[in-house]
């Protein structure tokens, strides 16, 4: 073999990582905060789906009350999630009032069957032996049925708890060819739950725009950058399996329709130091298991504690990479300075992605975009990054385009958008990232609203945020 071929240096990081010499790039990130498992937020709901939901309000009343009887026999010990569960059913049932058919229950009963095993987590068979017996008494006296059913109803059960192929081929009975989508939806959270989550963090000293790049990331409003500064909570977001038009939150109560109220007004008895909110990522970053935590922002001269929140965050390397958010209108100041020192030691052999943030402030008439990142890029060196990666971006541009994309605009953000779009047209971003992440690429778009994306270099950061999840160099995103 040569010695420095190809395949000798493959061998060689292969032995390097069996030794642990690298163990943030094989370790896992923690997903328990208090006493819930952060993976059993990263599964969708599934109950818009079922036909339940244009039934008479009668059928959805006696849906509910079996559903109920049926999680409270199984005796689980996971009542905060299962409550909230029970919570979201009922709410997303009655929350449609247009009939559009009718049934008898007993064309619910599988549908019933898969439902109970989602609001148990998809771990039925996991409970103690009288409950889950408890359950099949109920469910058989409610929907009793030949020796055919019984089997069928076990087989439903015992393929979603294996999960993978054998749902697959649970689709493929003519007995469930009507539960199909739902059966489908259940393989998507059960494989997207199976997958490592990518830990990232984001820092940035007061007013870089962290909470803004974390809604553009996610194409929502979720994270709530004033109450994380007055209160110093760990504010930590988990990516979902699919789009339910859902989000919840972890805040004391668990809350899985959570609306403006809940997630721009802090819970007063959750005394932990975490909220949780899980939501769908529309992007780059859709199908990447994540979980990523926003600290509050360091300002040395402000309240010392959210300094010592964020510092014990990052020297706990709970992550994978760290997303350090620059601000482009007040650069190499003394908070930014001396974060950047600390951020250095303390971060380790752990990947440091530096976001430039607020580009929209630079004025390309009057200020060469290239020449402040090249400014920017040698402070950088000056701290000891050595070959520190800098994305350009304005995450406000971004967060608009994808909200555009989605939700829709009122009109004061249509105004803003447009004025984006001309000025990024100018700017030309593409041809910095064209120039420094050469295998990056991003599609044009002739809807100049989505190719703002593109332009305010939000598209580009997530493709690179992609690249280093899902593997790094061969990705053209390598930054270690």
Request: hydrophobic share 35%.
């Amino acid at each position: 073999m040569k010695k420095y071929g190809k395949r000798y240096r493959k061998l060689q990081k292969e032995k390097e990582l069996s030794k642990g010499k690298n163990p943030e790039i094989r370790k896992s990130v923690s997903e328990e905060v208090n006493d819930m498992n952060t993976a059993l937020l990263s599964m969708s709901q599934i109950a818009g789906y079922n036909p339940i939901v244009h039934d008479a309000p009668d059928r959805k009343k006696e849906y509910l009350t079996r559903l109920n009887s049926y999680v409270r026999a199984v005796g689980r010990n996971r009542r905060k999630y299962e409550k909230a569960q029970l919570c979201a059913y009922e709410k997303i049932l009655f929350g449609t009032e247009e009939i559009r058919e009718t049934h008898h229950i007993d064309f619910y009963r599988y549908y019933m069957l898969l439902d109970v095993l989602h609001v148990t987590g998809y771990q039925l068979m996991d409970s103690r032996e009288a409950g889950l017996s408890a359950f099949w008494d109920k469910y058989y006296l409610d929907f009793p049925g030949e020796e055919e059913h019984k089997l069928l109803a076990g087989r439903v059960v015992r393929s979603v708890q294996e999960g993978g192929g054998q749902l697959r081929l649970l689709k493929r009975k003519r007995e469930l060819s009507q539960e199909r989508e739902y059966i489908e939806l259940i393989r998507k959270n059960i494989s997207f739950q199976k997958e490592k989550p990518f830990g990232m963090m984001v820092t940035a000293t007061m007013s870089a725009g962290k909470s803004t790049f974390i809604n553009a990331l996610a194409g929502k409003y979720i994270c709530r950058a004033r109450n994380l500064a007055c209160t110093g909570k760990i504010h930590c977001i988990v990516n979902k399996a699919f789009e339910d038009n859902l989000t919840y939150e972890y805040d004391h109560d668990l809350v899985m329709t959570a609306g403006h109220e809940e997630l721009m007004n802090e819970n007063g008895k959750n005394r932990s130091g975490k909220i949780v909110v899980s939501t769908y990522f529309h992007g780059e970053l859709e199908k990447q298991r994540m979980i990523l935590n926003d600290s509050p922002g360091v300002n040395f001269s402000g309240n010392k504690k959210h300094k010592e929140i964020t510092d014990k965050l990052i020297k706990g390397k709970d992550y994978h990479l760290l997303i350090y958010i620059l601000n482009a209108t007040q650069m190499s100041t003394d908070d930014e300075e001396r974060h950047l020192e600390f951020v250095r030691q303390a971060a380790g052999r752990h990947p440091v992605l530096f976001v430039l943030n607020k580009v929209d402030a630079v004025n390309p008439e009057e200020e060469n975009l290239e020449t402040i990142i090249a400014r920017q890029k040698e402070y950088l060196k000056e701290k000891g990054f050595e070959n520190p990666a800098i994305c350009p971006v304005s995450a406000k541009a971004g967060y608009l385009s994808k909200k555009f994309a989605s939700d829709g605009l009122s009109r004061t953000e249509e105004k803003e958008l447009y004025s984006y779009v001309d000025k990024f047209e100018r700017m030309g971003l593409a041809g910095y990232y064209a120039k420094n992440f050469r295998n990056i690429k991003v599609r044009d778009t002739v809807i100049e609203e989505r190719q703002l994306w593109k332009t305010s270099g939000m598209a580009y950061t997530e493709k690179i945020i992609k690249g280093i999840a899902t593997g790094g160099k061969r990705n053209g995103s390598d930054i270690y």
